[in-house]
């Protein structure tokens, strides 16, 4: 523990803070990453001040090109946080009164660490969204190019993880590509919230300088203005929404790792994963282990976890700002952290997995996939759906003691349960006829995948989220 620095309300008392409480209540060695924020809202305080009537020119000038020399000290490495002084925004403003004297102590006029840091944590938040949003949008990139390459490509589909209907490999990325779709609106939706202005709230009343926030948010990139003080220093719902957003895009990064890891499996053999992006096992010499996406599928508790932290943060706080939202900060930075590692490494790992089509295809053929194909087949002939789905399960069941597919059978063993059946209806329940008579908006057939990847395309065209300049 650094020795104890005068704190700034020394004035009120006698003794000096216990040193367990200063460690206690220290929150620079995780706060200190939001110095670039600190500095860029600071620095339109400084000027907010200046044109208010508080500050000379020269003073303003003075207070932000130091704070640009307090920045460029931080960037090199060469600045030391000093625990004693709690946080990353007292730390700022002792460098600043070092950096330029005086002055300095001219900074926090009008000003609260409650707005100052509410502020931070936005400028932080907004452009965690953004660094998000480009990496989801460069997964789905990713997602639409193999699944236009892989539109005729067969696999079963699955429902209770039983073979259901033949479904194109194509199809079944761009189901993963929707998922992260609707994740990049959410995100886009909580930006419009996250991007306000909470500076000039003060400790919670309001400042009682007149400072034009308006100018404030221009400054800052800030769409609007937070409209009460009290609010403005203690809602934290942008921190709480994006940490639900991104809980909901983990449990969706989880789950596609989840089927690449069975589809990897020996037993599945659909997949192969290359050798950079697996780990072996210290005892069985022939183990290929797909830890990297088990830690994905793994990591989405965490984040979940962090949504849950946050909650019931919040749950009790009166009005206005209480410490507790000091406990916001590693939830939320661990949060996007966790969240960035993922998409990178998952978009990694979908990039260079290696298809088996002929087992996609063996799989897609068997397990009477096209047992529905069938029983349209014979609603086509006249039969009603019900007669024919239970005539259906009666060949399937034949089929099956004989040991052979629908497509191998010969219409004379078949006919004693309908009449309908003959020998063209039984070549074709293929898995390629059956998804090629899906070629429905949304449905599986190789050209119905094609236009969808196309949409897709233009869909990612826009780019990424658009966001004001960062510090
Ligand atoms: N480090 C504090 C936080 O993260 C800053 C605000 C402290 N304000 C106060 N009045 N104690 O929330």
Known sequence: MPQSTAKPWAGRFARATDSQVETFTAS??????????DIQGS??????????GVLSEEECETLVKGLAQVRARIDSGEA??????????????????????????KLHTGRSRNDQVATDLRLYARAAQAQLDAEAHALQSVLVERAQAEAETLMVGF???????????????????????RDRQRLADAFRRTNTLPLGAAALAGSGYPVDRQYLAE?????????????????????????????????????????????????????????????GSSLMPQKKNPDVLELIRGKSARVGGHLHALLMLMKAQPMAYNRDNQEDKEPLFDSVDTTLACLSVLRAVVQAMEFDRERLREAAAGGYSTATDLADALVARGVAFRDAHHIT???????????????????????????????????????????????????????????????AREELAAGPLAMPEQP
């Not at 030391?80 to 102590?105: F, P, R, T, Y």
């Not at 209770?160 to 194109?168: E, K, S, V, Y």
């Open 28 to 37: 620079v060695h995780f706060d200190g990453r939001l110095y670039p924020y």
């Open 43 to 52: 620095q339109a305080h400084a000027r907010g001040l200046h044109r208010a």
């Open 80 to 105: 030391e946080w000093d625990a004693s002084l709690e946080d990353v925004h007292m730390n700022i403003e002792a460098m600043l009164v070092a950096e330029v004297g005086e002055v300095g102590k």
């Open 159 to 181: 429902t209770h993880l039983q073979t259901a209907q033949p479904i194109t490999l194509g199809h079944h990325l761009l189901a993963w590509y929707e998922m992260l779709r």
């Open 219 to 279: 400054l800052l990139g800030f769409d609007a203005l937070c409209d009460n003080s009290l609010d403005a220093v203690s809602d934290r719902d942008f921190a709480i929404e994006t940490c639900a957003v991104l809980s909901l895009l983990m449990v969706h990064l989880s789950r596609m790792a989840e089927e690449i890891i069975l589809w990897a499996s020996p037993a599945f053999g659909w997949v192969d994963l290359p050798d950079e992006y697996c780990t």
């Open 393 to 455: 399960g009666q060949i399937v069941a034949h089929a099956a003691k004989q040991g052979v597919t629908l497509d191998a059978l010969k219409p004379e063993e078949v006919q004693q349960f309908s009449p309908a059946i003959d020998a063209g209806l039984l070549e074709s329940l293929t898995p390629e006829r059956s998804v090629a008579a899906r070629g429905l908006h949304g449905g599986t057939a190789p050209d119905a995948v094609r236009a969808r990847a196309a949409q």
